[in-house]
């Protein structure tokens, strides 16, 4: 998968939407698959999105289904999170990954990690 490089972190007041972006350098086949997680001081890291790589499938966390969707373009070897909505405990460091396992709770596997993009939902 190469280097993952995030973008689009922000600060915003609640309600308020970002989309974040993911880049590779390429999708590989050892990697299936791409997913957003989030970690917040004191708490667990948390995998809020993922998608199989090529396919429509996804996965989202009950938080944030019908708030977040995530995309990808093949192309452009990108994955994105648009987030709507957004809520104060939407806060954290969100890491864009590449894994390769698939399963029915989604993206499995972490390999590659991004260094991070901070989101921060004030209310």
């Known amino acids: 998968q190469g280097p993952l490089v995030e973008s689009g972190g922000g600060s915003v007041q609640a309600g308020g939407s970002l989309t974040l972006s993911c880049a590779a350098s390429?999708?590989?086949?050892?990697?299936?698959?791409m997913g957003w997680l989030r970690q917040a001081p004191g708490k667990e890291r948390e995998d809020v999105a993922s998608?199989?790589?090529?396919?429509?499938?996804?996965y989202y966390a009950g938080s944030v289904r019908g708030r977040f969707t995530i995309t990808q373009d093949n192309a452009k070897h990108s994955v994105y999170l648009r987030m709507e909505g957004l809520k104060p405990e939407d806060t954290g460091m969100y890491y864009c990954?590449?894994?390769?396992?698939?399963?029915?709770?989604?993206?499995?596997?972490?390999?590659?990690w991004g260094q991070g993009t901070q989101v921060t939902v004030s209310a």
């Open positions: 390429e999708f590989t086949s050892s990697r299936n698959c």
């Open positions: 990954a590449a894994g390769t396992r698939w399963y029915w709770l989604g993206c499995d596997a972490y390999k590659d």
């Open positions: 998608i199989y790589i090529g396919g429509s499938e996804t």
